[in-house]
């Protein structure tokens, strides 16, 4: 197993994936990017794991991790775009990507079919990510071996 | 995106350390656990740090324009989430007692606590 190019991924498989290979994770995302290191953390964590060879069962944006699926985020050109590496990311290596409905709807993001029910002129989830329940955090943490929070 | 459950239970704990009001994380972690009871899992709820305001009798949280948690929380039962604990200690700090919890809580140290986690396959906290 090559070793993970971040320090925060380096530092989880030296103390907790000890022994094993493949590691399925679930990623649950609460905070939105930019307010805090949260978002850059996990997406850093993701790329060191696939990199490392395990695999992503399901990242799960909850709560104020909406924001990162909000494709009407801009962002300065001399910042990393957040909202896009996490859709580069996901589109890449063809990582299933929820985002909560319940929280996402209460902070305007939206999809195509809620904006058409709700008479909103416009929709701005960021795919690959589409909106469900809590219920899937839940199915993905069971099917996971272990499931890991950012900005909680 | 598809279902991929796994048969076999797992021990889910769920660390609640936010109070009730001020921020949204106290009903997020709540929507969490409800979330997980449906799917027949082995749930624990633990309360602790200022989680454990969560769990005061008498709140009126109409005054503030929001919904009353503490009621909210009374339909752990309904959804078969037995498992409740409080820390002793964080209760202690705040000079609240047993007898001012809203559900029924297995008031436990922390040694207890550690063994909750230990004994858990995956452990959310918010």
């Known amino acids: 197993m090559p070793e993970a190019p971040t320090s925060v991924g380096a530092f989880f498989f030296a103390t907790s994936c000890h022994g094993l290979s493949a590691v399925k994770f679930t990623i649950v995302l609460h905070a939105a990017p930019y307010t ?26 909850y709560y104020d991790g909406v924001h990162n699926c909000n494709e009407f985020s801009v962002a300065p050109q001399d910042e990393i775009d957040l909202v896009k590496a996490w859709s580069s990311l996901l589109q890449a290596h063809n990582i299933d990507a929820v ?37 899937q955090l839940v199915d993905a943490s069971l099917a996971s071996d272990r499931t890991i929070s950012f900005g909680a | 995106m598809t279902m991929t459950l796994t048969p076999a239970a797992k021990q889910l704990v769920f660390i609640s350390r936010r109070s009730p ?27 602790m740090d200022d989680g454990v305001l ?29 498992k409740v604990y409080v820390d002793a200690q964080s209760l202690q ?34």
């Open chain 1, 36 to 61: 805090s290191q949260a978002s850059h953390s996990a997406l850093r964590f993701a790329q060191a794991a696939l990199s490392a060879g395990h695999e992503i069962v399901r990242v799960f944006f």
């Open chain 1, 99 to 135: 985002t909560c409905v319940s929280s996402a709807m209460k902070r305007g993001i939206v999809d195509e079919r809620e904006a058409k029910r709700h008479e909103l002129r416009s929709h701005n989830l960021q795919a690959p990510s589409v909106l469900s329940g809590l219920g």
């Open chain 2, 21 to 47: 009001y001020g921020s949204a994380h106290a009903r997020a972690m709540l929507d969490m656990v409800l979330a997980t009871a449906v799917f027949d899992q082995k749930v624990t709820l633990i309360f």
């Open chain 2, 54 to 82: 969560q769990l005061h009798t008498n709140q009126a949280a109409a005054g503030i324009g929001v919904k009353d948690l503490c009621a909210a929380l009374s339909v752990l039962s309904l959804y078969d989430i037995q």
């Open chain 2, 93 to 126: 700090v705040r000079g609240m007692s047993q007898e001012e919890l809203a559900i029924a809580a297995e008031v436990c140290d922390s040694a207890r606590i550690t063994g909750l986690i230990r004994d858990a396959d995956v452990v959310f906290t918010l």
